[in-house]
């Protein structure tokens, strides 16, 4: 069974930093992708950013240049580090892993930025 344990949420004041980790556990396929998604209140869950085992990133647009994705394939562990912080990052951040034919998510970690 595949578990996925974040860690890194927290309060931060606009223009901060904060540093976002999800280790995962269990049966892995070597080949997948790991990754954040976040979801506001009242919107819809979205896509942060994704890396790929072999290294492959895409991110979403607002986030672009202010956040860096990367991953350690042996600790089964994705990291992202979130720079210059803004208020509309203010959501419930989910670890997702994807492997052939299968999601997991990981239970959410909260980022709340001050303004």
């Known amino acids: 069974q595949v578990q996925l344990e974040e860690s890194g949420g927290g309060l931060v004041q606009a223009g901060g930093s904060l540093r976002l980790s999800c280790a995962a556990s269990?049966?892995?396929?070597?080949?997948?992708?790991m990754g954040w998604y976040r979801q506001a209140p009242g919107k819809q869950r979205e896509l942060v950013a994704v890396?790929?085992?072999?290294?492959?990133?895409d991110y979403e647009y607002s986030v672009k240049g202010r956040s860096t994705i990367s991953r350690d394939n042996a600790k089964n562990t994705v990291y992202m580090q979130m720079n210059s912080l803004k208020f509309e990052d203010t959501a419930v951040y989910y670890c997702?892993?994807?492997?052939?034919?299968?999601?997991?998510w990981g239970q959410g970690t909260q980022v709340t930025v001050s303004s």
């Open positions: 997702i892993l994807k492997v052939p034919g299968s999601n997991y």
């Open positions: 269990g049966s892995i396929p070597s080949t997948n992708v």
């Open positions: 890396i790929t085992s072999a290294g492959s990133t």
